[in-house]
């Protein structure tokens, strides 16, 4: 399972969710507590907004502790929304197409996670995308092509809803295909204005989920595992949740996957 960290509120140095805390990315690049495997050492990536509407973005296929580059970047620049990754591969090479986040227009998106018998049902999800989307695609992760997926159903106008039209999309694929559903989702997206997260899986363990304030401004920061010990700054996100950072700080809702069946025949 990935690692990763969100931000959104008053400016903040990189380094502040990367490298200074005691839990920091870094360190649980290679000392997860709450994950499967402890090391995820399968490349790391940043995305960052600022003066443009499309986000700045660094990723290598190096591990997050052993980039200098990484720490030196965290400490210098500086943003009200960002996000960071380091990724321990279920699909996909290790190679730097394959890092998130994943960047289209003012939209980033990382995910911790995977979707069973991805290989079965790739062809088949990849042909749901236009020309526009399917030519955007880099890699050959599942992280990438669900991002993409939720693009083309209107990540743009209705953010969670795309999302979950998104994964019910892919269920409904995987039930068909292989009698069965298995999605583990814990995902932050966002445009440069909120951020967006959601915790969920089709049965069982769903990848955990943790939101914190941060800043003087009604900032919050979004985590897979905690960046230090004190519980008491910590609250778990539930399953089945989606979570909206935004001008009036954070919110969280039900989250509930969903596909018209008919959709798929009339397209």
Not at 75 to 82: A, E, I, N, T
Not at 90 to 118: I, L, Y
Not at 149 to 161: H, I, K, N, V, Y
Request: with cysteine; glycine share 8%.
């Amino acid at each position: 399972m990935c690692r990763w960290a969100a931000y959104r509120g008053e400016p903040l140095y990189l380094e502040e969710l990367v490298s200074s805390p005691a839990h920091s990315l870094i360190e649980q690049s290679h000392c997860a507590t709450k994950a499967k495997t402890s090391t995820n050492a399968d490349g790391f990536g940043l995305a960052w907004y600022g003066d443009h509407p499309e986000p700045g973005r660094f990723r290598d296929v190096l591990p997050a502790w052993s980039d200098c580059n990484l720490k030196s970047l965290s400490r210098h620049v500086r943003s009200p929304l960002f996000l960071a990754h380091v990724r321990a591969a279920t699909h996909g090479a290790t190679r730097r197409d394959n890092c998130h986040p994943f960047v289209k227009d003012s939209w980033s998106f990382m995910h911790n996670g995977q979707v069973e018998h991805f290989a079965d049902l790739r062809r088949r999800i990849e042909s749901m995308l236009d020309d526009e989307h399917f030519n955007a695609r880099t890699g050959s992760t599942d992280s990438e092509l669900l991002f993409l997926l939720a693009l083309q159903f209107g990540l743009a106008e209705r953010p969670l809803e795309a999302m979950g039209e998104a994964i019910g999309f892919v269920e409904h694929l995987s039930r068909e295909v292989k009698g069965m559903a298995q999605i583990k989702f814990t995902v932050a997206f966002s445009n440069g204005k909120s951020l967006y997260a959601v915790r969920y899986a089709s049965e069982g363990y769903a990848p955990t989920l943790f939101a914190a304030p941060m800043g003087r401004d009604g900032g919050y920061c979004l985590v897979s595992e905690p960046l230090d010990d004190n519980k008491d700054t910590w609250a778990e996100i539930p399953p089945g949740s989606a979570v909206i950072v935004g001008e009036d700080g954070l919110d969280v809702a039900a989250f509930t996957p969903f596909w018209d069946a008919a959709k798929v025949a009339a397209e």
